[in-house]
């Protein structure tokens, strides 16, 4: 996979300079102020976008690889435009270890939807499969090969591992916290259909 990029000076300071759109929650929720001034933070680690990630290294494995497509500006408006808030029900007084991690499942999430919605129903299906689904498996219930470039790109994202089993065939599956999620994004016939292929 790609190595990640160098994040720049001057795109650290365009965060930091970014005024927080006025419907954006996390203000409420990190009791922050709508734009850089005297009271608030002078680095990347004090930026409310950073304390809600929250240094959770699965957290930032997932965000990573959106900073190859947007700036951490741009990022950071995209969390705010999708009302996130809302939808993870993040507040102050439930904030915890998962936040960072969901925060950042769905800000990958919201970038596939929007560039590749077909891996993330690739995703979804194989969220049906908590120990994880081998190749030839995959070709049988998806009908073809044309789920390799979904594969890829999930890959690229963090949103897809694997494994070798012990005659070194490829195994894919997600990380637990993942799974829920993942069956979410499927329609019912998807999971009828699958649910059938399982038993």
Not at 7 to 18: D, G
Not at 60 to 73: D, T
Not at 150 to 168: C, E, H, P, Q, W
């Amino acid at each position: 996979s790609k190595a990640p990029r160098n994040i720049n000076p001057q795109e650290i300071h365009q965060l930091l300079r970014c005024k927080i759109p006025k419907d954006c929650k996390i203000r409420q929720t990190l009791n922050v102020s709508s734009s850089i001034d005297r009271n608030s933070p002078k680095t990347l680690l004090d930026h409310p976008f950073t304390l809600l990630l929250g240094g959770h290294p699965q957290a930032i494995s997932l965000a990573a690889p959106l900073l190859e497509y947007k700036s951490l500006k741009e990022l950071f408006l995209d969390f705010c435009r999708s009302n996130m808030m809302d939808a993870l029900e993040i507040s102050t007084d439930n904030q915890n270890s998962s936040t960072s991690l969901r925060v950042s499942l769905e800000l990958s999430i919201n970038h596939m939807k929007n560039t590749n919605p077909k891996a993330l129903n690739f995703f979804g299906f194989i969220g049906q499969f908590p120990g994880g689904i081998g190749e030839f498996q995959i070709t049988q219930m998806w009908g073809d090969n044309s789920w390799i470039p979904f594969k890829d790109a999930l890959i690229r994202a963090s949103l897809l591992v694997y494994k070798t089993d012990a005659n070194g065939k490829f195994i894919y599956n997600m990380l637990p916290f993942m799974t829920i999620r993942a069956g979410e994004l499927l329609d019912e016939d998807d999971k009828l259909r699958y649910e059938f292929h399982q038993k």
